[in-house]
Each structure stands twice: as structure tokens, then as C-alpha cells.
């Protein structure tokens, strides 16, 4: 007969060492056995099986082999859990609709009501064979998923604007014939054109002379007459106009008009 495993084994102190309760209880303390899972310093009875019992179905075989939809009987020995129809969730929206049709308007009626009624949404299975619900719809056998292919791009057309060019034309020809089916509103009387509506129109031509000065007003081009003279006398002034033409290399300016330039010599 083996011998009985000592409880603080598998603890921080081994064999060795005070044996206190207080290791049982702190998992710091505990250490790992093999081929076992650790216990987090919960006991439990030797016999003890962790986890659901799984429930042996004998139809699962046919289930598995059978490509219908058509249940398979269960056998005798089944669980009762398989067999037992699962029950369908309340139709809230039908114990609203006749709720608000027998007149109950607050929350404690209402939860009354929904109380001594109990109404259960139908089955997908017997909705469809009644026709109260939407068929599942199927694609054809042929049907292809995914995206189709893309044309490729015209790139002749597109390097000569012959997508602008149409966008063009359609909209000149959209806009004429919206013109010619908006009817022109009559009017009473031609309005009156001034020279501010004539301007905005177009601008009027100026009026040009052949002898007229475009910068002296005529009444000086007519009678006006220089009245200073600084000259003495006309042989002065061709004579001051070739001394300045003379200096005109030796004074800074671009007309000769400024200092003389200093020699650099």
C-alpha cells in the first residue's frame, strides 16, 4: 500500500521547515506536480471530474451522413436535452399591437398584459411554409460573384477631348432649349437708352484729330505763346545749346542734365 502523500510536499518548505496551514492557503507557497494541474488551494474530492458530462448521441453519425433537413429520429437512449423543442422568443410586437388595441395605455398595463399573454414568434421554417415571411432568396446557378470587368479606358478619346467637346455640346444645346421653351415676357414699352445703358453696352468711339495734341489743351495750342526768354539774343542761346552738348560726356545723369564726373586722375 503506497503511502500517503504528505499535504505540504508540494509546498515552499518541502519536507523541510515549520508546516503551517497558511501555506495550504497562499498559492505564492505552492509548487507544480506532475502531470497535474495546479489547484489554486482549492480541495476537492478525490472522484471529482472537472467540467460537463457530454451526452451521447446515437443519430450522429446519420445526422453527419445526411444532406437533408429533414430531423433525424433520436434513439431512446439520447438525452432528453436534444429532444426537448427549443422555445421561441416573445413577439413583443405583437403584444404591443394588441396591447394598444385593447386600450392600455400605462407601463403597469401594460406589464399586466404582456403577464396573461403570452405570444411567441413563429418559426422561420413554418413562416415560410405559411407565406407570412420572406423566402430566403437564392441566387441563380450561373450567377457569378464578385465584380464585373472593367472596360478599358478609350485613351484615343481621351487625349482628344472628345468627352469635353460632348459635355460642351450637350450643355449649348441644353441651354437653347430651355431658352426657346421659356416663353419671352412682352413689354410694355422700349426703355430709354442713356449714355450710362450705352456704356454699359458697349463703349463709344473717341473722337480723333489728326492735328489735335494729346497732351495740350486746345485753346493753347491755338493762342498760347511762351512769354519768358532767357536769352539775350538767339546767337546766346545756339551757343549755350553747343557748350552743353559739348559737356554733356562729362556730366552724370542720362541726359547730361547732372554734376560733372570727378577725374580719376
Known amino acids: 500500500m503506497a503511502a500517503a502523500v504528505d499535504r505540504y510536499t508540494y509546498t515552499a518548505t518541502g519536507v523541510l521547515g515549520d508546516k503551517r496551514p497558511t501555506m495550504l492557503e497562499n498559492e505564492i507557497h505552492q509548487r507544480s506536480q506532475l502531470a497535474r494541474a495546479k489547484t489554486h488551494c482549492h480541495h476537492f474530492p478525490p472522484n471529482m471530474t472537472m467540467g460537463i458530462s457530454t451526452a451521447r448521441d446515437h443519430s450522429a453519425l446519420p445526422k453527419a451522413f445526411s444532406w437533408t433537413d429533414a430531423p433525424v429520429a433520436a434513439n431512446a437512449g439520447s438525452s432528453s436535452l436534444l429532444s426537448r423543442p427549443k422555445q421561441q422568443p416573445k413577439d413583443f410586437v405583437s403584444l404591443n399591437r394588441d396591447a394598444a388595441r385593447s386600450g392600455y395605455a400605462t ?59 460632348d459635355w460642351i455640346r450637350d450643355q449649348v444645346s441644353g441651354n437653347q432649349a430651355r431658352a426657346a421653351a421659356t416663353p419671352k415676357k412682352p413689354l410694355m414699352c422700349q426703355p430709354y437708352e442713356t449714355r450710362a445703358s450705352m456704356l454699359r453696352s458697349y463703349l463709344l468711339p473717341a473722337e480723333q484729330h489728326a492735328s489735335a495734341s494729346l497732351w495740350k489743351m486746345p485753346r493753347f495750342e491755338r493762342s498760347a505763346r511762351s512769354r519768358l526768354d532767357t536769352f539775350r539774343s538767339e546767337r546766346q542761346r545756339s551757343l549755350a545749346f553747343e557748350l552743353h552738348e559739348a559737356e554733356r560726356t562729362d556730366r552724370m545723369g542720362p541726359r547730361g542734365l547732372g554734376l560733372h564726373i570727378p577725374s580719376t586722375k
Open 107 to 165: 407601463m403597469r398595463e401594460n406589464r399586466d398584459f404582456r403577464a396573461m399573454h403570452d405570444y411567441r414568434k413563429q418559426p422561420e421554417r413554418d413562416r415560410r411554409a405559411s407565406g407570412t415571411g420572406a423566402a430566403t432568396s437564392r441566387a441563380p446557378v450561373d450567377a457569378a460573384h464578385g465584380v464585373g470587368n472593367r472596360p478599358s479606358t478609350p485613351i484615343h478619346e481621351l487625349i482628344a477631348y472628345k468627352f469635353q467637346n
